[in-house]
């Protein structure tokens, strides 16, 4: 068997496991609530070969850094970059990636095709891109892949996906709200620092001196916790799904306690609004 062949038969297994993954999560994980239908291009076809070929192609492997794209965009994702389950081995159907393609423009901006999410997820952060769970597949913007993704977005109306302006996340409220939701466990949860104190997902530290955070602390948190949101989005917004739980429209998997069992919880409810931009200050009430 060629290495070609024995690549794509990695592909199809994977793909092959993704669907089982799908059979078991699909009456747990919903399409995403705040999806938005945007206008499809009449050419899926070229998206179908172009960018969906990208969501199969097979990394070397099913965990971080080397699972390919289908392998956690389908049955175990809440957030924006949620594609329909492949209806089967080979890949979506045409009406499925008519569906995918939806989902595909929250992720680009056709007035600024650099900075589409589709393109810095995947990208290195040394070459600008953003921190992505699944790793890294381009090193950098001369990748061959990279810049057929960046052709296909430079190819389309400039109109067609343009995202909405973003609201501001008030760094106040976070420091005098926010951050008080890891300090303050729920009855018989570890708090949120146990796992959440450094690295890329360091946005809950433990105050260095004391019972407060310094200035600087607390800015490296709030840095690091807008990367787990969505701004204007809580219900894609990974730091609200992650510890509310699947029955209440939770992600399915989170290594942590299930913080809040609905979205009728006071507490979701209250870093929901900061989330949405309606909340500022120091005012928690």
């Known amino acids: 068997m060629t290495t070609r062949r024995a690549a794509h038969s ?15 999560g699909a009456s747990l994980v919903a399409r995403p609530a705040g999806a938005q239908n945007f206008p499809v291009s009449g050419d899926v076809d070229t998206y179908r070969e172009t960018i969906e070929a990208v969501f199969l192609e097979d990394r070397g492997g099913t965990t971080g850094r080397f699972a390919s794209c289908v392998m956690c965009h389908t049955w175990q994702t809440s957030v924006r970059f949620s594609l329909e389950t492949p209806e089967s081995a080979e890949g979506w159907s045409s009406e499925q990636s008519r569906r995918n ?17 589709l393109l810095l997820k995947p990208l290195a952060n040394d070459a600008g891109g953003l921190p992505h769970t699944g790793g890294t ?3 950098s913007t001369d990748d061959p892949e990279y810049g057929r993704v960046l052709q296909w977005i ?20 976070f420091r005098a709200c926010v ?3 890891f300090a303050n466990p729920r009855d018989g949860q570890l708090p949120c620092s146990r796992c959440h104190s450094g690295g890329l997902i360091g946005f809950a530290p433990a105050p260095g ?22 701004p204007g989005n809580p219900e894609q917004s990974r730091f609200m799904i992650k510890p509310l739980h699947p029955d209440g429209g939770g992600a399915y998997t989170h290594n942590g306690p299930r913080r809040w069992q609905s979205q009728a919880d006071a507490e979701w409810q209250m870093l929901a609004s900061w989330v949405r931009g309606e909340r500022s200050g120091s005012s928690c009430s």
């Open 137 to 139: 597949f381009w090193e």
């Open 10 to 24: 990695v592909t199809r297994a994977g793909l092959g496991l993704a669907l089982g993954m799908a059979a078991v």
């Open 154 to 173: 430079q190819s389309l109306p400039d109109n067609q996906f343009v995202p909405e302006p973003e609201p501001e996340l008030d760094f106040e409220f």
């Open 209 to 230: 001196r004391g019972d407060t955070w310094t200035e600087e602390e607390a800015r490296r948190a709030y840095q690091l916790i807008t990367r787990v949101i969505t």
């Open 101 to 117: 393609l939806d989902v595909v423009g929250q992720l680009i901006n056709t007035q600024d095709p650099a900075s589409s999410r």
């Open 179 to 181: 951050q008080q939701v």
